[in-house]
């Protein structure tokens, strides 16, 4: 036999011991068999990142899900991987070269791409081994990467396919444009600020001479690549200028007026600069009237040839030169205040260029329309159902997607041009020639593929897809995705769209969108605002099951969660509190010599009681789960094993484990046995590493725990069998009786407390019906509750003699609290010094009003309640409701006295 569990739990042993022998022991490795599958594949963490506390969260829900799930018995694959997040990835391996002097440029795309591998295969596995730190029982020998042979040979096949069916297409458009990560990115890619700026009124003069029209715009120095001013058509103010020439200042280009129904006459002046090169919106207008497109700021953000003398300026530097331009010509009429939505680049945060490029797109339309009809028919539910609005509303709304980015770390477009007969074509292999022509002058399209695009095809790409797996065949649609709401446009719609094109079906059933972690004060966690909280740093002071159950208990289903360290201390101390109530077990267990099936008619009332409780709790639990209701299964359990099981069962059976009577101590021991085993299996999804440690020891002591037949343990608990209701019987008596009982020791602890009586000198006590007792018939009166279990009530009471009947008076110089339907007093005579402990008390509520005064008179006091802090007039008023409860209790204990 092993040693016994230390005194005091240390989770970082208990959890580097576990986390090894797992993968040792290759404990959570599965392979296609007759079991039901359940699957999950883990949103791929970047390999540029590091855990934070949304990772812990969104990895825990998954955890839990896939334990429980694999206890279940289905075949539970979690498969991990990391993705290459090209921006990011890029963005390190550059700040690495500038530091060292040298750049992308002078190494050349080879030498950059195996210097970009290097990082990877040096740092890229990071937040994979913070993962496994925290518990997770993904297959690791399946981990992925989006840019390993098998994802990129489905990259290459997904692109051909789309391609080769019109899906894809190359065209010049106004994309989103980053000036310092050098590449386009799509819509999703894009966030918007409302910023404080300015409304430039601008005089263009008339060609002819004959006076001028202004001119509202909110980027004064895209004007220098105007190739029109635009009215609408319906604007009575400008009706009669459509058509003339305008001549375009510091340029001096002639340029015409054209009146479009897209211009709102509500806007600045009504009349608006079209810059097709510049804005999306212009680009249209160019279009329809056939204008062309000047690109005045350059991929770098910087001011073009054709910008004139403002060539090679920053864009934000023309700007302030230009404005001052203007306004010493007397062109600048007004400049008015304006907010505006400003777009960003998600990675770097710099301001977005809308610029005119030739891109790769994807035609969004055809593939967005069954993915919506899939999660109206239900194929594709949301969890919370709110979260579906926004998917529907994204793809109702969706526009082509920019699939083609200006680096070099990723998946390079597999699409090549014929110099010779300018043939575009796309190919699954690096091709040797034209297939239209023949020649070998060909040359592959320098950019790579958004990364959203390799992660749209991870639930089926990383079983095989496009080959017949068996993996793919089994395992394939998954089951869930646990992700954030950030990403349902990135990459949750794409996925559908994805796997409902490319392999026939939904790539998943369910959709749990995650809470976001929040500071205590409700701001986002941020690297910027230096609010964030490392979960390895949890882990090592708390534990990591101490923070994956805090979690859970925190995180309200549908609602943010504000966090703040202190706050896993509840975690903490709930696995101190399992360790120390499995110590009391097995010590008590030691001795166990018959470990045969009980009767039913062994079983004593706090036996049926505990038993039924966790039948019941096992019945919510699994229903708790089924629902994705983790805040309440994390409570369900919380609650009964911190309060039924660890307050109630272990105290009321110390008497048996203690006592002469072997067939009493049997009973307890069975039961006790019994119950750890239960509470193990259905707490070790949430805390995996004290639960598998407690069960080992627990497995050395009492192998078989059946109750009425025997039932194998299993080795682990990550493999043990999830219980069923019914392995333990219930009995709605006992839970029916239970609640009086224990309302009644609770009132007798609560005198004892009041009165410092302390917990282990005896008393007497007695209970009787109200006056108006039988108002309320009960199937089982409250008197006749407490005779049958009166032992049970002496004991955790430490009543020496509880007299029990109807209407019986209030002993003299009795203290009284009301239980229910039944009245409870407490003789006093001979406890307590009557007068003693009543001018104690009189002291006590003396000085308890003085301070309860001092606080009600700065409370009325008008200028402190608005002029001080709002947090110290709250703090305040909590003093005030304190001090009101302690002199309301002193009063009681004095009136109790004074009968």
Known sequence: ??????????????????????????????????????????????????????????????????????????NALWLPGTDHASIATQNVVEKELAAEGSSREKLGREAFLERTWRWRREYGGTIIRQLKRIGCSCDWQRERFTMDEGLSKAVREAFVRLFDEGLIYRGSYIVNWCPRCGTALSDDEVEHDDLQSHLWHIKYPFSDGSGHIIVATTRPETMLGDTAVAVNPDDERYRGLVGKMVILPVIGREIPIVADEFVDPAFGTGAVKVTPAHDPNDFA????????????????????????????????????????????????????????????????????????????FVRMKDLAEPAIVAAENGRVMFNPRRWQKVYLSWLENVRDWCISRQLWWGHRIPAWYCDDCGEVFAAREDPSDCPKCGSKNIRQDEDVLDTWFSSALWPFSTLGWPDKTADLDYYYPTDVLVTDRGIIYFWVARMVMMGLHLCDGVPFHDVYINATVLDETGRKMSKSLGNGIDPLEIIDEYGADAMRLSLMLLTAEGQDVKLSPTRFEMGRNFANKIWNAARFALMNLEEIEDTSPLKPEDLEFEDRWILSRLSQTVEALTTALEGYHFHAAAHLLYDFAWHSLCDWYLEAIKPRLYGEDPGRKRSAQKVLAAALDGLLRILHPFVPFITEEIWHHLGELVPERGLFEERPSGETASLAAWPNADWYPRDAQAEEDMPLVMDLVRAVRNIRSKLNLGERRPIDAVTTTHADADAAPAARGPLEIVSAHENFIRNLANIETLTVGASIEKPPASAAEVVGRLDLFVPLEGLIDNQAEKKRLEARIEKARKGLDAVERKLANRDFVERAPGEIVERERERHKAMLEEVEKIEANLNDLAC
């Open 285 to 360: 207008i160019g279009r329809r009237h056939g204008l062309a497109s000047v690109t005045v700021i350059g991929e770098d953000g910087r001011m073009t040839a054709d910008a004139g003398d403002y060539q090679g300026q920053d864009r934000f530097e023309c700007r302030e030169n230009l404005v001052r331009w203007l306004a010493d010509e007397g062109l600048l009429d007004e400049i008015t205040d304006h907010v505006h939505s400003v777009g960003h680049c998600y990675r770097c945060k710099s301001v977005i260029e809308p610029y005119l490029s030739e891109q790769w």
């Open 1 to 74: 036999m092993g040693e016994p569990l230390s005194k005091v739990y240390n989770p970082q042993r208990v959890e580097e011991r576990w986390s090894a022998r797992w993968l040792k022991e290759n404990v959570f490795h599965v392979e296609p068999d007759d079991r039901t599958p359940y699957t999950i594949v883990i949103p791929p963490p970047n390999i540029t990142g590091v855990l934070h506390m949304g990772h812990a969260l969104n990895n825990t829900y998954q955890d839990v899900l896939m334990r429980w799930r694999r206890m279940q018995g289905y």
